[in-house]
């Protein structure tokens, strides 16, 4: 089983192609259940969003095949985990893709420090009714409707 992590960088001046857009943000709609026949991939706020801000897109591949990602950012003066998506056939998997991506993420904390350019203290982000036990799991705890991670 060939399980590979890749890094994406993205900013203004080193955009990402639209067809990576694309990808990734199929993936992240269909893992959060939305039918993308209804809804149009280049209209998503991630899809005109990922081309002109400031990213870290970390991917899993499975086989070659993308089946997890997590968008970062620096929000909050913090490592910012702003999305983090597994293909819908591999959530609640025994390869456990969001967590290992998740700990593969925190692990890079100082390449990531290196290219937004600043130090961070903490990991935030926004949990769901579902997903804030397996945040938890991870050592992030709630404050004031976000989870926290002290790095």
């Known amino acids: ?50 081309k002109t801000n400031t990213y870290l897109i970390f991917t899993t591949y499975l086989e070659n095949e993308l089946v997890a990602a997590c968008y970062i950012k620096n929000t909050y003066n913090s490592l910012y985990i702003d999305q983090l998506f597994v293909k819908k056939e591999y959530q609640n998997s025994p390869y456990h893709f969001g967590s290992n991506l998740l700990k593969y993420i925190l692990n890079h904390k100082q390449l990531i420090e290196k290219y937004l350019n600043t130090s961070f203290t903490y990991s935030y982000l926004e949990p769901n009714n579902k997903t804030k036990n397996f945040y938890q799991s991870l050592g992030y705890q709630e404050k004031e409707n976000l989870m926290r991670k002290h790095l």
Do not use: V
Not at 13 to 40: G, V, W
């Open 1 to 50: 089983m060939n399980i590979e992590h890749k890094i994406i960088f993205s900013n203004k001046t080193n955009p990402l192609s639209e067809s990576i857009i694309y990808s990734l943000e199929k993936l992240r709609l269909e893992a959060n259940n939305i039918d993308i026949s209804t809804f149009p991939i280049q209209e998503t706020y991630y899809f005109s969003n990922l």
